[in-house]
């Protein structure tokens, strides 16, 4: 994934774009109605032609612009969009690829994603949970070894598993991620070890991201990775709001990423 966004850095660089890294926006400047620059945190300002913003659309819309610049109904309309996340990141750095059970074929299961959702039944009753701050009991769990196609990301002979995990209230009834996390790995880890009995062997390190770490970490608000929740109601011409498609109430201040048309898919 990290080769998507370093060929679109080239590309920009290719055509006179100065990429900075490190550097957190503090504001979106407005004058006269109009988007014309960025301030940092570091007090640097940069001024342009237009601003675009990548980051969800309520830090976009409520974090980054001063609270006069949006109009009130607009402002409304933002607050009240679904972004709660429901789901986590659980990657493993493994001391080599695990056995799965009998009649799995290794190496198609090695090379390929693999979905634990046995039936939809099983996916009902994980997302129930969650819909009452509660992480499923025996979650949904995508499985994939990046290393297989890129040996590159680990030592020889090593490997990395990632897991992309649902569903998993970024609002838990009882407790907080700092405290559940490292438990709820357990959850996730016996949920594979199902089909790879010895996966827990070949751990030699873990790293999880709660829908708390997405917030906190990566920025996005209420931890949800499609920025802001793919229903119906928030898709297609709808996303993120009737009329709005990739422009803002502020002129020349556009979105683009999750948040918008078609979300967050890749």
Known sequence: MGMVTRALRRSAETRGAQVFLGS?????????GKAVGVELDDGRTMYSRVVVS???????????????????????????????GVSMKV??????????????????????????GPSLEYLER???ESKYGKPSTRPFVSLEFPTVYDATLAPPGKH????????????????????????????????VQEYAPNIRDKIVNT???????????IGIRGGNIHHIDVTLAQSFGNRPLPGWGYT??????????ASTYPGGGV
């Open 91 to 116: 990657h493993l750095a493994l001391d080599g690829l695990p056995r799965f059970r009998e009649g799995v074929d290794m190496g198609l299961a090695s090379s390929s994603i693999i979905h634990i």
């Open 207 to 217: 790293h999880a991201y709660s829908p708390k770490d997405l917030e906190r970490v």
């Open 126 to 128: 994980a997302y129930d």
């Open 248 to 257: 803002t109430p502020v002129d020349g201040y556009y979105l683009c990423g």
């Open 160 to 191: 990395i598993a990632s897991m992309f995990v649902q569903y998993t209230p970024y609002r838990l009834r009882e407790g907080d991620w700092d405290d559940a996390k490292s438990k709820y790995v357990d959850v996730v880890l016996d949920t």
């Open 24 to 32: 957190r926006v503090k504001r979106v400047i407005v004058k006269g």
């Open 54 to 84: 990548n980051a969800d659309i309520k830090t976009s819309m409520l974090g980054l612009l001063d609270p006069d610049a949006l109009p009130t109904q607009a402002k409304k309309s933002v607050e009240s969009l679904k972004n709660m």
